[in-house]
């Protein structure tokens, strides 16, 4: 089963370990609030986004303000 980095809307951030179908009919819930409403946070960075050149991309998505040394 995949790991799922997952925000609630209350702000909770958890990692919950939950096959496809239990994300789509959202049986996770938020360990805080117990809300399933729930949106995935990718912390992968290497998630090449189409259309732009990997070679320039920052794999940060630009979180580190430009700065970080892919892009030297
Ligand atoms: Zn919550």
Known sequence: MPFYDLKCKCGEVFNAMASVSDRENRRIRCPK??????????????IIRSGKSAGTECPNLGQCGGSCPHLQ
Request: charged content about 15%; some cysteine; proline content about 0%.
């Open 33 to 46: 609030c117990g809300s399933n409403d729930l949106e995935a946070v990718f912390t992968n960075v290497n």
